[in-house]
Structures are given as C-alpha cells and as structure tokens.
C-alpha cells in the first residue's frame, strides 16, 4: 500500500503534481511487471510508471540525497527513485497511454523469426535500431555495442541486409549478453546502483564499450569510437568489418 506519495521535479514528473500524489495515496500495488526498459507498477486503480533513464535508481529503504525526485512511503518500507540528470520518468497513470503502448516486444522475450522480420522492414543502420524502443524493448547502448561486437557485425549494417545466419546470431548475441549483464547485476560505470546500494559488475565484462584505443580482446586492433545516432558507440574495425 502506498501510504504517501512526494514528488519534486518537473522534469521527471511532466504531469501535475497534485494529481499525481492524490492518484498514488492510499493505492495498494498489485503486481510489479517490466516491459523493456520501463517499469510498470499495477495499482488496485491506475498505473505507476517508472523509467530509470541514464541515471535514475530506485533504492529500498535507501538514502534521501539531494538528488531525490520521488518517495513512495509504502507500509513495509520507503521507495526513492534517485536520479542526478532527471532524464528518467516517473508518472500515475488512471490507464497505460498509448506512447507507451507502442514499446516493441522485449529483447528476452522476442523470438528469432520475430527479430528477423522486424530487421527485415527497416533499412536504417543496425546500431540505432536496436535502440529504438519500439523496435525491441530492453537494449540499451551498452549491450548494443556489446551484442554487435559479439556477433561481429558493423554498426553501421543497413538492418535489412543482414542474412538470415547473421541476424538470428545477433538475435542469440542480444539474449546472451542480457542475460549475463543482469547476473552480474548491471554495469555500473559512473553512479548506478541496484536497489540495495550495491554497484553493478557487469563492467568488467565490456569487450568495447568505453575502451576506445584499447586493444581488441579478439584480434588486438584499437578500439574505436563513432557517434552513430547521436550516440558514442564503440566497435572493433577488424573484427566488425562493413
């Protein structure tokens, strides 16, 4: 049960706060479900939705720093969502909106011939594509740098001309390297944190992502760095060959 709800920044909470206190107040959490990169926090009436950003944390019981964009006073405990850039989002909901409706199938859900056929209607570069949210839900630029030097594929590969082989092999990439990055609980590069506090590991598994001019751990050639999309993205020119 949510007991009581604060709210404080405007760029992480666009709508009204007065309403959206009054929504969350005395509304018991029914279930707690992801979808991609967003949280979805089903109340006995109406939805709390929470995206974590590029900084965002949600933290149990944790410390009130200045950062602090929302407290959830909850009968067992207090719920924070942390955030230092305020590009996350947190938001009540009397019902899921559509733009949020429109968030593609999730990256450890979507099946191989799902993610061909999505590949095969778009002819932008692979990259920013699997990227976009409503392409498939849950990669971030960490794990799409990752996952494409996994499967030895060039960032800038046009989607739709990927092979049938070299498709379901990133298909399999994406999976894998999900699935590791959560059982080492996350990267934490600067300042993300779990729920408990505790920092994230998966860092040091990073193959290229934030190794510019360090060797390939494959072949031993530099790393590079591009913008691709308005985004630093990092590959190895030998092994990720156009």
Same mark, same amino acid.
């Given at each position: $049960?949510?007991?009581?709800?604060?709210v404080?920044?405007?760029r992480?909470?666009?709508?009204?706060?007065?309403?959206?206190?009054?929504?969350?107040?005395?509304?018991?959490?029914?279930?707690?479900?992801? *979808?991609?990169?967003?949280?979805? $926090?089903?109340?006995?009436?109406?939805?709390?939705?929470?995206?974590?950003? $590029?900084?965002?944390?949600?933290?149990?019981?944790?410390?009130?720093?200045?950062?602090?964009?929302?407290?959830?006073e909850?009968?067992?405990?207090?719920?924070?969502?942390?955030?230092?850039?305020?590009?996350?989002?947190?938001?009540?909901?009397?019902?899921?909106?559509?733009?949020? *409706?429109?968030?593609?199938?999730?990256?450890?859900?979507?099946?191989?011939?799902?993610?061909?056929? =999505?590949?095969?209607?778009?002819?932008?570069?692979?990259?920013?594509?699997?990227l976009?949210?409503?392409? %498939?839900?849950?990669?971030?630029? %960490?794990?799409?740098d990752?996952?494409?030097?996994?499967?030895?594929?060039?960032?800038?590969?046009?989607?739709?001309?990927?092979?049938?082989?070299?498709?379901?092999?990133?298909?399999?990439?994406?999976?894998?390297?999900?699935?590791?990055?959560?059982?080492?609980?996350?990267?934490?590069?600067?300042?993300?944190?779990? *729920?408990?506090?505790?920092?994230?590991?998966?860092?040091?598994?990073?193959?290229?992502?934030? =190794?510019?001019?360090?060797?390939?751990?494959?072949?031993?050639?530099?790393?590079?760095?591009?913008?691709?999309?308005?985004?630093?993205?990092?590959?190895?020119?030998?092994?990720?060959?156009?």
């Open positions: $049960m949510i007991q009581h709800a604060e404080f920044s405007h992480v909470t666009r709508g009204n706060f007065a309403p959206t206190v009054k929504g969350l107040t005395g509304k018991a959490i029914q279930r707690v479900r992801r *979808a991609g990169k967003q949280i979805f $926090m089903d109340l006995n009436r109406g939805i709390l939705y929470i995206h974590l950003g $590029m900084t965002g944390k949600l933290l149990w019981n944790g410390p009130r720093t200045k950062y602090a964009r929302a407290i959830f909850l009968d067992n405990g207090t719920l924070i969502f942390d955030d230092i850039r305020q590009f996350g989002r947190v938001e009540y909901f009397p019902e899921i909106p559509d733009f949020l *409706a429109r968030t593609g199938p999730d990256a450890l859900t979507v099946s191989a011939a799902e993610f061909l056929a =999505r590949l095969k209607r778009h002819t932008g570069h692979i990259k920013p594509l699997l976009n949210q409503t392409f %498939i839900g849950g990669v971030g630029n %960490i794990y799409a990752e996952s494409l030097f996994a499967a030895r594929i060039h960032p800038r590969t046009r989607a739709n001309r990927l092979s049938k082989l070299r498709a379901e092999e990133l298909h399999r990439q994406v999976v894998a390297i999900l699935e590791l990055a959560i059982q080492h609980r996350g990267s934490s590069i600067s300042n993300y944190v779990d *729920a408990d506090g505790a920092r994230g590991h998966y860092q040091q598994q990073h193959n290229v992502y934030g =190794r510019k001019g360090e060797p390939c751990p494959r072949c031993g050639t530099a790393i590079r760095r591009i913008v691709l999309g308005q985004r630093g993205t990092h590959y190895c020119p030998h092994c990720q060959r156009p």
